[in-house]
Each structure stands twice: as C-alpha cells, then as structure tokens.
C-alpha cells in the first residue's frame, strides 16, 4: 500500500496516498485499501473536545480504519489507561499497528475482529462507532459493551433512510415508519436517537443523549449509558410522533399514533413519522462541561466552527422541530420572508444548525403565520 503522512490535531498518521487510488482525477477514500476520509476531521474534532469531557480510563474504536480516532483520543482527550482498536480488514489492522506506533500509544490492543462479536466480549467507558453508512447493526452489541455509567457515539452517513427518503431501509433499520417532512433534517437524528433508546431498553438500559448534532453528510450523537429497566421504561415515554400538515405547514410532536387530521387547519393531508425521539438532544449540565474547558482546544483547525456549534447546540435546545421557511411561505403562497425579521418578529426563536432556512420557536402557530406575513417589513 503506498502510503502518505498527514497531521490530524496532534497525530501524524500515514494514511493511503490518494495520487495511488484515483480514477481519472477523481478520488473517493472507499477506493483505497484502507478508509481514511479527510472530511470528517470536523466530526474527530468535535468528538476530541467531547470525549475529553468524558475521561474514559478505557476506550474502543470499534471501527478503526486508520486507527485514527483511537490515536487522537489517546493525544489529545485523556490519557486513558487503555485504547483498543478494530477492524475486520487485514490491511486497516497492519496500518492501524504502524500508526500507533508512530504515535507512541502505550497500553493499545489491536483487534482484527467483527466489531459485532468483540463488543460482546468487552466492557469499557467508551465505545465509539463509526461506519460506512448506518449504526444500527453495532447498536445492540456497542450498548452491551459500555459500563453502566459510560458512554457511546455513533455517527451515521446513511440520510436517505433517516431522512424519509428510503423509507422501506428505514423500516428494517430503525423500526420508524419515516416519511419526507420538510423539518427531515432533525427528524432524522430523532429516528437514531429512538432506536438507540429501544435498542438499549431491550438490554434493561437507558441512554440519554449528551450531545447530538448534524453536519455536512452525517449525523452523530454522544449517550450516556445508564442501567434501569424503570429508567429505560422512562425513555420509551419520550417517544412519539411527528405529524406535518401539508396544507397549512402546521406540526407538532405528539404522544398520540393516529391523528387523521391537521389539529390547526382540520385537512386530511397530514404526514404521520414515528416513534422517533421527542426528547432533548443534549444534556445541558454536560455541554456546559464541554464549553467550560474548549480553550484547550485552539489548535485545532476547526476550533471556531466547533464552538459555534455548541453554541448553536445550546440555543436550540429548547426547542422541538423547527419551521422550514420556504416551506411555510408556499404553503401560504406567500415570499419568502428574511429569517432575521421571523426571528425578530417572533422574539424566542432561533436560527438551526439543522437548517439555514429553518427557524426554532416556542410561539403558538398563529403567531407564526402573523410574523410570515408581517416579517417583510424588518431590515434584512
Ligand atoms: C467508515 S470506516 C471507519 C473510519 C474511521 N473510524 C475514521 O474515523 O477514519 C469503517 C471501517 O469499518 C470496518 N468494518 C466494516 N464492517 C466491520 C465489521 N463488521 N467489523 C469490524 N470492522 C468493520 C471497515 O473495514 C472500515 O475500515
């Protein structure tokens, strides 16, 4: 394998040469022996700065690749007293090996195993998941693997499914009868986030997402693993379903299964999606932890867009769903109005990172449509 060297945060890692697997001039890192995707060093970034706040003495990355996740937790969170990498694939194993040592990782097991049947042999603080496309098939055996009171994340590229397009995929995967709403974008993390909870509830556990968040092909969420079948049977009660009418735009989060018709505007036109997860995305007192010690962090490349979203994860956490702008104006067959001037008519409200065109709010629907129509006349 002809391999390149390449600095990420703190870890030099040698990584597959793209200039070797491109395809008339073109490059996608799953053409390479081994999987190293130079677009997800935001989602290792913000992970860094989460796992720091964690302090696992023990850590998997269950899925390592280039092992550089592992490498990076080891350097730059904590010094945990263990890290064990996996990977089914020979050759990421041989590389996952070189790097470690490159990086001068004591206490590292590397496993050249199904991620499935080691994690049930495994019990440690933190489990991190990181596949091609979608979680679901590591949830069970990743929930299994964490001591109560640890943690586990996920991240999943698999959109379609989690955003009601594949609505079928999604069905088999995440057990929600999914559908396109023009909100999908945090739909899709509260589908995860639902069957990460039923998963773990089968299991007698519970979970409670620490932090959550989507960017650029992906979504990834951070739980904390507690045991309980009363606190799991809690969980199961944060669930239900979104409805969207799609005459007046109107939705809601709801307990309620069959709901046949727009609560607002009464038409039959209404878009059921469940069970998915009604409850928070993050767990404030954790974030606060997070943020009280990001200053360390100033190195890192991306030091300024991870702040931004915790931030952004801060405001919009009191708020469930978000309203599509261009959307609700053609529903309305009305402009679409400035965000600024929605968010100034309607005073608590918040812009999403889900969305650049989605706002947040607490405001009753009538207030909403009286700022559609009035917003026109705020500075842009
Ligand atoms: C998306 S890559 C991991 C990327 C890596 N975590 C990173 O941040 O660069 C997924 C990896 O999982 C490995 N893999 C896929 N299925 C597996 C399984 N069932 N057990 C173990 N490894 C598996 C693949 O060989 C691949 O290296």
Request: net charge positive; with cysteine; proline share 4%.
């Amino acid at each position: 394998m002809k391999l390149k060297e390449i600095t990420e945060g703190k870890a030099r890692l040698l990584v597959p040469d793209p200039e070797e697997y491109k395809k008339e001039e073109k490059y996608d890192p799953s053409w390479a022996p081994v999987f190293y995707n130079p677009r997800m060093v935001f989602n290792r970034d913000v992970s860094v700065v989460v796992v720091s706040a964690l302090s696992p003495k023990s850590i998997v990355d269950t899925l390592s690749a280039t092992g550089v996740r592992g490498i990076r937790y080891y350097l730059e969170s904590s010094k945990t007293e263990e890290v064990l990498f996996n990977d089914k694939s020979p050759n990421a194993v041989e590389l996952i090996r070189r790097n470690v040592e490159v990086n001068g990782i004591e206490n590292a097991k590397v496993y050249n195993r199904d991620a499935n049947s080691l994690l049930y042999e495994l019990k440690v603080d933190y489990v991190d998941v990181d596949p091609f496309g979608s979680p679901a098939p590591f949830v069970l055996s990743s929930i299994n693997a964490t001591k109560r009171g640890g943690s586990v994340a996920y991240t999943a590229t698999d959109l379609s499914p989690l955003e009601g397009k594949a609505r079928r995929s999604c069905l088999r995967k995440y057990y929600v009868h999914n559908q396109r709403l023009s909100f999908s974008k945090e739909v899709g993390i509260r589908v995860l986030v639902s069957k990460v909870v039923r998963d773990s509830a089968v299991l007698e556990r519970t979970v409670v997402p620490l932090i959550s968040f989507y960017s650029d092909y992906y979504y990834r969420v951070f739980f904390r693993v507690l045991g309980g079948a009363r606190r799991a049977d809690n969980a199961l009660e944060e669930l239900g379903y979104f409805i969207e009418c799609q005459d007046c735009g109107y939705h809601e989060g709801t307990r309620e299964k069959c709901v046949d018709k727009c609560p607002y505007c009464g038409s039959k036109n209404v878009k059921v999606v469940g069970p998915v997860w009604l409850g928070k995305l993050v767990d404030e007192e954790f974030l606060g932890k997070v943020m009280s010690s990001i200053d360390k962090f100033e190195y890192l490349t991306s030091f300024q867009m991870v702040k931004e979203l915790l931030t952004s994860l801060r405001d919009e956490n009191r708020f469930l769903a978000y309203y599509n702008l261009d959307f609700l104006a053609s529903r309305h067959k009305m402009n679409v109005p400035p965000t600024r001037g929605m968010l100034e008519c309607l005073g608590e409200a918040t812009r999403t990172h889900f969305d650049k065109k989605g706002i947040k709010t607490n405001k009753k629907y009538e207030e909403v449509l009286e700022c559609l129509k009035t917003s026109f006349s705020y500075n842009r």
